[in-house]
Structures are given as C-alpha cells and as structure tokens.
C-alpha cells in the first residue's frame, strides 16, 4: 500500500506564521508516522521551491541549494520538510519525493493556481502590470502531467527515490504571449520595477498585519520573481516515462476551461 501526502498550506502569507510549520513540516511528520505504522510507502508531494532558486542554471533533483535566506515562511518550511523527508529516507523509511513545477491548468482557483489567478486579473484588467522586464524562467507545468507523474510514481518509482515533475522553463513574458495568442487578450505592456512592486507589497504586506486582511501582493513574493527557478524533468522522463504538455497547448487548454466554466 502507499499513502500520498499532498496537503500543504500554500499561501503568500498568515497572520499565524506557525501555523506554516504545523502543516508544512508536521503534517509531513505525522504522514510519513502514519505510512509507517499502516506497512505502507510514503509518496511525499514537496514543491520546486525547497530546491532553491536557480538563477542561470536549471537545477535536477540533486543540485544542491544555494545558500541564502528564505523568501517566505512557505518557502521556509517546505525546504524543512525536504530535509525532513530526505532524513527519514536514509534512514530507511520507504519515501519518494515528488517535486512539481509551477503548477497551472483546469481545477479549483486556489492560491496554488496562482498562474491562472494572475492570468484571470490580466485579463480583466486588474493587473497593473508585468513584473520587471519579464524575463525570469519558471517552470511553468500542466497539472495533468503533474498527476500523471505520481501515477507513474505510485507504479515505478523505487523507495528513496525523487523525482522533478515539471514543465517548461519559460518567462513571465512568454506565458502572457500564449495566453494572449490563446484567449486574444493582449500582452501587458506596462512594466513595474522591482523595488516599485517590493515597496507596494511591503504595504499590503504591513496592512495584512493591522487588518488580517490577505493581501494581494507582498514584497516576499516579489523577491521570489526577482529570481529565476527552472528544473529538469529528465530523470522523470527516462525513469517514469513522465510528459511534459508544452506550454502553448497547456494554455490553449487552460483558456478552453476558463470559458467552459464561464470565468473568460
């Protein structure tokens, strides 16, 4: 049998930052506890962001990551529970770490389809405009190779294993050109600096605190797009057979939902 543990609090931000490290790193503890006294192997669902910030680079499974501080407190402890998952595995117990890319396509709009959300506000016109000059890779990947990819998981992937589910490695910039070319909204044209945005989101950000409003931008999550964070998915190509959907006919698909279920 296998347990597959997926849940996570994906947010930019919590008034109760300790609740990030009671799922986050907890949960984990207490599924791979679980999986442990039921006979069974974990699959653990980590995240491209506890591999670190790759900038210039594509990183694999194995390259090590960059030494630095943390953006948030959800990039803080996923990369804690990477290592907590990565410690449990040498020490025997039957774990697989799953990493997806920047995950978007057809499903709930949570903030874990925040590529989706993003190309929602584009497309009424609430995004003031594209962050910098658009030019850091992501890797931006179809939710349905990501479900595939732990299919396939389930099926071949050998205890101790771990495997990069991603997609293409592509800028902000050209995901706007394929929504655009999918859907006809045009690209943004409007570019904001960085420290602009960073000091926008540093006042949503202190709001949040005040109000315990969410907000829509902060300067955490700006920095995080200051860096680029581009993967290989090779090993799960060769190993698992895993698929990448490239990034235009994901899109096309994705703007096909959006006006299927009428958000478009």
């Not at 890319?101 to 009424?124: C, I, K």
């Not at 680029?228 to 994901?250: F, I, K, M, N």
């Amino acid at each position: 049998g296998a347990v597959v543990h997926a849940a996570a609090l994906v947010k930019a931000w919590a008034r109760d930052r300790s609740a990030f490290d009671r799922v986050n790193v907890g949960g984990l503890r207490h599924a791979a506890d679980a999986a442990q006294a039921a006979g069974a192997r974990l699959l653990y669902c980590s995240s491209f962001i506890a591999l670190g910030p790759t900038d210039g680079r594509v990183f694999d499974e194995d390259a090590p990551r960059t030494p630095g501080p943390f953006h948030n407190d959800y990039e803080r402890t996923k990369s804690e529970a990477d290592r907590l998952a990565r410690q449990l595995a040498a020490a025997g117990r039957p774990i697989v770490r799953l990493y997806p890319g920047v995950a978007y396509g057809p499903g709930s709009l949570t903030p874990g389809n925040h590529v989706v959300e993003m190309l929602l506000r584009h497309a009424r016109g609430k995004l003031p405009g594209l962050l910098g000059r658009g030019d850091r890779r992501l890797c931006l990947t179809f939710v349905e190779d990501i479900a595939a990819g732990f299919a396939a998981a389930l099926e071949r992937a050998p205890d101790g294993s771990a495997y990069i589910l991603g997609g293409d490695n592509r800028t902000l910039r050209e995901l706007f050109e394929a929504f655009a070319r999918a859907s006809g909204v045009p690209p943004p044209h409007r570019r904001i600096p960085y420290g602009i945005a960073r000091l926008a989101g540093l006042l949503e950000r202190w709001l949040a605190e005040v109000t315990g409003r969410e907000p829509g931008l902060t300067d955490q999550v700006v920095e995080i797009y200051r860096h680029e964070w581009a993967y290989s998915s090779d090993r799960a190509r060769r190993e698992l057979g895993y698929r990448v959907t490239a990034l235009e006919e994901g899109i096309a698909r994705t703007v096909a939902w959006l006006r299927e279920i009428g958000r478009l």
